[in-house]
C-alpha cells in the first residue's frame, strides 16, 4: 500500500505535550529530541494507545482520533516495529509473520503466501521454520519488520529499532529498513538518537523539546541550518542565538558576545537570528589574535575529550554558554592546555553563518 500523510496535531496535558506535525506521505519522517522530549507520546498517539485532549490524528483523509472520533489501534493500519522485537514466543517465525494477516480474516493459504513475501523482503526467509529463541538480536529484528509489515500497514512507527542492535548488525538493519521502508516509499516515523540513522533513513526530520514543536523540515535543510541546541549538538556544529545589529550576531543573554558571518539574506535588521560554525573552524588562544577578521570569544575550558583524530575542547562563556572546539593533541599539548584555563576561542568571519532563528 503506499503510504499516507499522517498529521497529528494533539495535546495531551498530563504528559505537557502539544504538537502540530506532518509526517509526508511515502516519506521517512526522524522524531528527534532529548529524553522526555515526548517522542514516544507522538508514536501513541498515532498507535492508538494515547487520547488527544484536545486534538486530531488524522492519517491520509481519515481522522483516526478527535474529540467524536476513536478509531481502535488495530484499524488504524498503523504497525510498530519497537527496540525489542516482539514475537510470539511459542510461533514458528513464518507463523508470527502470518499472525497479523489471518487476525485480519485471510485464510491460511493467503497468509502463508504474505508471510513468504514479507520473510524474503525482510531477508529472513531462511529463518521460517525457526521459534524466536533461536533468532539472534538481528535476525529476531528482521523478522519482527516482516511482521510489521504483513498487515501492509499504511503508517509504520519505528521506535529506535537499532537501538538495542550490535554495530554490525545494526547497520544491516539499517540497510534494511533504507530498501523495505524508505525506498518502497512507505510513510513512516522513526524514533532515534543516531544522526547516521537520520542520515541514512529519513527524508525530513521533526525535532520536539518540552513536548513542543522546535523545528520542522527536510532532513538536508534542518541538519545544515539548526536552529535548536539539540539540532546543532546532533549536527556537530556551535550555535549561537541572539539578534542581527549592524551586521553581526549579538548573543542573546548578558555576554557582550558579537559574532560577525556571512548573513543570509533572509535575515532583517534587530530579528532574532543564530550564528553557527563548526568547531574545525575554531582556534585556541591565550590572548585575541590581531589580523584578518576574526571573531574572539573569552571562555573557561570545562572539557577536554579525545575524538578520532582531535581533541574537543569545551569552553564555556561568561554567561554560561558552552562552545566546542577541535584542535589537534599536537595544539593541546603546546599550549599545555588544560581544563579550568582561560582562552579564546577565535573563528574567521567568513566560517560563520548568520541566518534566522
Ligand atoms: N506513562 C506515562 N504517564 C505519564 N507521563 C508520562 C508517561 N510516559 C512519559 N510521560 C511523560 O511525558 C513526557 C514525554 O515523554 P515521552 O516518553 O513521550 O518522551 P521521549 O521523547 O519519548 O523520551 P525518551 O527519549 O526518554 O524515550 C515526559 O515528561 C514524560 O515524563
Given at each position: 500500500?503506499?503510504?499516507?500523510?499522517?498529521?497529528?496535531?494533539?495535546?495531551?496535558?498530563?504528559?505537557g505535550v502539544?504538537?502540530d506535525?506532518?509526517?509526508p506521505?511515502?516519506?521517512?519522517?526522524?522524531v528527534?529530541g532529548?529524553n522526555?522530549?515526548?517522542k514516544?507520546s507522538?508514536l501513541?498517539?498515532v498507535?492508538?494507545?494515547?487520547?488527544?485532549d484536545?486534538?486530531s490524528?488524522?492519517?491520509g483523509?481519515r481522522?483516526v482520533?478527535?474529540?467524536?472520533?476513536?478509531?481502535r489501534?488495530?484499524?488504524?493500519?498503523?504497525?510498530l516495529?519497537a527496540?525489542?522485537p516482539?514475537l510470539?514466543?511459542?510461533?514458528r517465525v513464518?507463523d508470527?509473520?502470518?499472525?497479523?494477516?489471518?487476525?485480519?480474516g485471510?485464510?491460511?493459504r493467503?497468509?502463508?503466501?504474505?508471510?513468504?513475501?514479507?520473510?524474503?523482503?525482510?531477508?529472513a526467509?531462511?529463518l521460517?521454520?525457526?521459534?524466536?529463541?533461536e533468532?539472534?538480536?538481528?535476525?529476531?529484528?528482521?523478522?519482527?519488520?516482516?511482521?510489521?509489515?504483513?498487515?501492509?500497514?499504511?503508517?509504520v512507527?519505528l521506535?529506535?529499532?537499532?537501538?538495542s542492535?550490535?554495530v554490525?548488525?545494526?547497520?544491516a538493519m539499517?540497510?534494511?529498513?533504507?530498501?523495505?521502508?524508505?525506498e518502497a516509499?512507505?510513510?513512516?516515523?522513526l524514533?532515534?538518537h543516531d544522526?547516521?540513522?537520520?542520515?541514512?533513513?529519513?527524508?525530513a526530520v521533526?525535532?520536539l523539546d518540552g513536548g513542543?514543536?522546535?523545528?520542522?523540515?527536510?532532513?538536508?535543510?534542518v541538519?545544515?541550518?539548526p536552529?535548536s541546541?539539540f539540532?546543532?549538538?546532533?549536527?556537530?556544529?556551535?550555535l549561537?542565538?541572539g539578534?542581527?545589529?549592524?551586521?553581526?550576531?549579538?548573543a542573546?543573554?548578558?555576554?557582550?558576545?558579537?559574532?560577525h558571518?556571512?548573513?543570509?539574506?533572509?535575515?532583517r535588521?534587530s530579528?532574532a537570528a543564530?550564528?553557527?560554525?563548526?568547531?574545525r573552524?575554531?582556534?585556541?588562544h591565550?590572548?585575541?589574535?590581531?589580523?584578518s577578521?576574526?571573531?574572539?570569544?573569552r571562555v573557561?575550558?570545562?572539557?577536554?575529550?579525545?575524538?578520532?583524530?582531535?581533541?574537543?575542547?569545551?569552553?564555556?562563556?561568561?554567561?554560561?554558554?558552552?562552545?566546542?572546539?577541535?584542535?589537534?593533541?599536537a595544539?593541546?599539548?603546546?599550549?599545555?592546555l588544560?581544563?579550568d584555563d582561560?582562552r579564546?576561542?577565535?573563528?574567521?568571519?567568513a566560517?560563520?553563518?548568520i541566518?534566522?532563528a
Open positions: 500500500m503506499t503510504g499516507e500523510a499522517v498529521h497529528v496535531r494533539a495535546a495531551l496535558p498530563d504528559r502539544d504538537v506535525l506532518v509526517a506521505a511515502g516519506r521517512v519522517l526522524a528527534l532529548p522526555g522530549a515526548g514516544s507522538v501513541g498517539l498507535a492508538g494507545l494515547l487520547r488527544p484536545p486534538g490524528v488524522r492519517i483523509d481522522v482520533a478527535d474529540a467524536r472520533t476513536w478509531v489501534p488495530p484499524d488504524r493500519g498503523v504497525a516495529l527496540q525489542r516482539l510470539f514466543p511459542h510461533l513464518v508470527n509473520v502470518a499472525f497479523g494477516p489471518r487476525s485480519a485471510a485464510g491460511q493467503a497468509a502463508a503466501r504474505v508471510a513468504h513475501d514479507r520473510l524474503v523482503e525482510a531477508d526467509l531462511d521460517a521454520d525457526r521459534r524466536p529463541h533468532l539472534s538480536g538481528g535476525q529476531a529484528q528482521r523478522v519482527a519488520l516482516a511482521r510489521a509489515l504483513a498487515p501492509d500497514p499504511r503508517v512507527l521506535d529506535e529499532p537499532l537501538a542492535l550490535d554490525a548488525a545494526g547497520a539499517r540497510r534494511l529498513l533504507r530498501r523495505v521502508v524508505r516509499a512507505r510513510t513512516a516515523l524514533v532515534t544522526l547516521v540513522d537520520v542520515l541514512a533513513l529519513a527524508d521533526v525535532v513542543r514543536v522546535v523545528e520542522q523540515g527536510a532532513t538536508l535543510d541538519l545544515t541550518r536552529r541546541p539540532t546543532a549538538q546532533l549536527a556537530g556544529v556551535n549561537v542565538p539578534t542581527l545589529r549592524e551586521g553581526a550576531l549579538r542573546s543573554g548578558a555576554s557582550a558576545v558579537v559574532l558571518g556571512l548573513v543570509d539574506d533572509a535575515c535588521p530579528a543564530v550564528a553557527a560554525f563548526s568547531p573552524a575554531v582556534a585556541v591565550r590572548d585575541p589574535p590581531g589580523g577578521p576574526r571573531n574572539a570569544v573557561r575550558v570545562v572539557s577536554l575529550e579525545h575524538t578520532g583524530e582531535l581533541v574537543r575542547v569545551r569552553g564555556r562563556t561568561a554567561d554560561g554558554r558552552v562552545l566546542a572546539a577541535d584542535i589537534t593533541p595544539s593541546v599539548a603546546a599550549d599545555a588544560a581544563v582561560e579564546v576561542f577565535a573563528v574567521k568571519a566560517e560563520v553563518t541566518y534566522p
